[in-house]
T-cell receptor, first 116, second 112 residues
């Protein structure tokens, strides 16, 4: 298996532009997570899905952020409009169906977003 | 609330043992995890321990769990320069959620 795939790996955009980050989870995994990592705030969970349904979006910072999972093999995280403070590394992770409450997650390589 | 704490930085010499410590708050966590993040990469699952175990060994890695004190540690024997990375501990939390609660990460610097 190729693991979790994210694209693009790097994104540089100007303030006010729309940014779309993409993720393909590991085949057969039921859960998908979006995280943001910054030096100041560390690793933050933004939202997660179970069987394509958003379960907890309490970590989404504001209405400018939205996430979708139209099918089991694809998810997007969109920021519109983007702001410089959104600059961070965004990770996608997936997790198989729970077995004995073992929630191990598998991370993608991340998208480094820079908003100027 | 749920909180996982780690020291920010650890420096060791190549060949020495490294011990990275973590404290957590949720006593209902079923599993506890250690992840490794190399520069420019995502988090990689290193190992995990079931909450009813005290110790788990996997080659150069030893995980110790003190459930009474809610303290988790990762020992790396014969530390190599390739072990230089950020190490995150995580707890599974309790309840119906399957979120992982991650610590702040410990930067391990291995000096040659």
């Amino acid at each position: 298996d190729a693991g979790v795939i994210q694209s693009p790996r790097h994104e540089v955009t100007e303030m006010g532009q729309e940014v779309t980050l993409r993720c393909k989870p590991i085949s057969g995994h039921d859960y998908l997570f979006w995280y943001r990592q910054t030096m100041m705030r560390g690793l933050e969970l933004l939202i997660y899905f179970n069987n394509n349904v958003p379960i907890d979006d309490s970590g989404m910072p504001e209405d400018r952020f939205s996430a979708k999972m139209p099918n089991a093999s694809f998810s997007t995280l969109k920021i519109q409009p983007s702001e410089p403070r959104d600059s961070a590394v965004y990770f996608c992770a997936s997790s198989p169906r729970l077995i004995s409450r073992n929630y191990e997650q598998y991370f993608g390589p991340g998208t480094r977003l820079t908003v100027t | 609330g749920e909180d996982v704490e780690q020291s920010l930085f650890l420096s060791v010499r190549e060949g020495d043992s490294s011990v990275i410590n973590c404290t957590y708050t949720d006593s209902s966590s079923t599993y506890l995890y250690w992840y490794k993040q190399e520069p420019g990469a995502g988090l990689q699952l290193l190992t995990y321990i079931f909450s009813n175990m005290d110790m788990k060994q996997d080659q150069r890695l030893t995980v110790l769990l003190n459930k009474k004190d809610k303290h988790l540690s990762l020992r790396i024997a014969d530390t190599q320069t390739g072990d230089s990375a950020i190490y995150f501990c995580a707890e599974s939390g309790g309840g119906a959620t399957n979120k992982l609660i991650f610590g702040t990460g410990t930067l391990l610097a291995v000096q040659p």
